[in-house]
Nanobody, 116 residues
Framework: QVQLVESGGGLVQAGGSLRLSCAASGGTIFGINTMGWYRQAPGKQRDLVATITSRGSTNYADSVKGRFTISRDAAENTAYLQMSSLKPEDTAVYYC?????????WGKGTLVTVSS
């Protein structure tokens, strides 16, 4: 079983920055391939924000390209999401996901609120 714990959310003004962290733990961390960030705004579905594979390949939603950067520290089993030039429409609960041998694991989420 893989446990994921997100941190770094909070309240920020439009144009500001935040860095989210996702720490993976558990007895079966070995074999995690893709880690990613998703977000869910109130009343909306959960959408992809960014993903990163164990080889470092990244993928971003069009809405965050050029503003967000996903990275991964294999030694610390942690994924990061650096968010810059934040907009009110980025307000959402941000969830971390890890995929290990085709099984998805989710964190409980961290709230990001961007004020205008």
């Amino acid at each position: 079983q893989v446990q994921l714990v997100e941190s770094g959310g909070g309240l920020v003004q439009a144009g500001g920055s935040l860095r989210l962290s996702c720490a993976a733990s558990g007895g079966t961390i070995f074999g995690i391939n893709t880690m990613g960030w998703y977000r869910q705004a109130p009343g909306k579905q959960r959408d992809l924000v960014a993903t990163i594979t164990s080889r470092g390949s990244t993928n971003y939603a069009d809405s965050v390209k050029g503003r967000f950067t996903i990275s991964r520290d294999a030694a610390e089993n942690t994924a990061y999401l650096q968010m810059s030039s934040l907009k009110p429409e980025d307000t959402a609960v941000y969830y971390c996901k890890a995929t290990r041998f085709r099984v998805d694991y989710w964190g409980k989420g961290t709230l990001v609120t961007v004020s205008s």
